[in-house]
């Protein structure tokens, strides 16, 4: 049984993840809100921004790797889409990078690291 390709960072296929959930938000402009009658007017400016929350539990040498994207200023990232279950490309950068040892192995550890993705 083969495995759907979740994330795909600058042509690097990541591991399978222990978590994946996309979000979708608008922005909307400061015009918008609620009007003087009562009624909510929104002024949206861009739909259907991608945000990413995901972890994985990985080897010494994948959290190297994980560590080394979350200093870069933007990622091409390939990501499943849940609304039309395919890859969808786009430029994302990782906010909120946690590393965390689960157990020590004569490898370096297995870890779990977690990020956010969030589309520019």
Do not use: C, H
């Not at 600058?10 to 979708?24: A, F, Q, R």
């Not at 200093?71 to 609304?83: C, H, P, R, S």
């Amino acid at each position: 049984m083969a495995f759907i390709q979740y994330l795909v960072f600058d042509g690097m296929n990541l591991p399978l993840p222990d978590s994946y959930e996309v979000e979708l938000e608008d922005v909307e402009a400061d015009s918008g809100g609620e009007t003087e009658a009562g009624t909510i007017q929104r002024d949206v400016v861009r739909m259907g921004v991608v945000t990413i929350q995901v972890s994985f539990s990985v080897s010494a040498k994948w959290l190297q790797l994980l560590s080394q994207f979350k200093n870069q200023a933007q990622i091409a990232v390939k990501y499943f889409d849940t609304n039309s279950l395919e890859l969808k490309e786009t430029l994302m950068y990782i906010q909120g990078f946690k590393s965390k040892l689960e157990k020590d192995t004569s490898y370096k550890g297995l870890w779990t690291v977690s990020f956010t993705l969030k589309e520019f």
